[in-house]
C-alpha cells in the first residue's frame, strides 16, 4: 500500500516537472523554483512584485502583472489565483518594458 501511495507520488510530481518546463522556457531555475513551490490565491501583482523583490529580482508591478528582468529577458507573471504555484509566466519583448 505504502508503495504504491510513493509510485503514485512519483508519477505526479514527475508529470508535474513535465508540464512546468514548457511554461517556463529558458528561466531562471530559481526564479521557477519560487514561482512554482508556492500557492496563494490571494497574491496580487503588488504582493508577487514584493515577493520577487525580496528574493534579489528586477520586478516592477504593472496593470494586473508583473514585470521580471532575469538573464537578459524579460517576462510577464501573471498571479494565476486557484491554480497551482504563483503565476503564469510569458517572456516579453525586452524592449517593450523600460525599467525605472
Known amino acids: ?3 504504491q501511495m510513493v509510485y503514485r507520488h512519483g508519477i505526479v510530481v514527475g ?10 522556457g529558458g528561466m531562471n ?6 514561482l512554482y513551490s508556492y500557492d496563494d490565491p490571494l497574491m496580487t501583482s503588488v504582493d508577487l512584485a514584493f ?3 525580496t528574493h534579489g529580482y528586477n520586478a516592477i508591478p ?3 502583472y508583473v514585470a521580471v528582468f532575469s538573464n537578459n529577458t524579460t517576462y ?7 491554480r497551482a504555484g504563483l503565476a503564469d509566466v510569458s ?3 525586452s524592449s ?5
Not at 517593450?96 to 525605472?100: D, E, Q, R
Request: hydrophobic share 60%.
Open 91 to 93: 517572456e516579453l519583448n
Open 29 to 34: 531555475s530559481e526564479l521557477a523554483g519560487l
Open 96 to 100: 517593450s518594458l523600460a525599467f525605472k
Open 76 to 82: 510577464m507573471l501573471i498571479p494565476n489565483g486557484d
Open 62 to 64: 504593472k496593470d494586473g
Open 15 to 24: 508529470v508535474m516537472l513535465l508540464l512546468l518546463v514548457p511554461a517556463s
Open 51 to 53: 515577493l520577487l523583490v
Open 1 to 3: 500500500m505504502v508503495r
